[in-house]
Nanobody
């Protein structure tokens, strides 16, 4: 079993910054892919940023240059540094982690979500 614990969501003014964290714990052999998604009520969940174990990154066009995804391998933790936040970034942010428990079993889990609100 793998658990994901997210933190860092908050109310912030436009132009401000936040750092989200997602810690993966449990019976993890390796992690291959970590990503952040966000969802606004009534809309589809969308990819914000993705990071693979090989170091490849992918960002949504709306956040490129302002958001940075990174990972601490020793802590099985993925971060999302969000700078120059705009009101349109208001959403519930979810982490998604994929990897392997053993050579026979893979996993992919979602975190519980953390609320980010950008408002003056």
């Amino acid at each position: 079993q793998v658990q994901l614990a997210e933190s860092g969501g908050d109310l912030v003014q436009p132009g401000g910054s936040l750092r989200l964290s997602c810690v993966a714990s449990g019976n993890i052999s390796s992690i291959s892919d970590m990503a952040w998604y966000r969802q606004v009520l009534g809309k589809q969940r969308e990819l914000v940023a993705r990071l693979t174990s090989g170091g490849s990154t992918r960002y949504s066009g709306s956040v490129k240059g302002r958001f940075t995804i990174s990972m601490d391998n020793a802590k099985n933790t993925v971060y999302l540094q969000m700078n120059s936040l705009k009101p349109g970034a208001t959403a519930v942010y979810y982490c998604n982690v994929a990897g392997r428990i053993s050579i026979f079993e893979s996993f992919q889990y979602w975190g519980q979500g953390t609320q980010v609100t950008v408002s003056s």
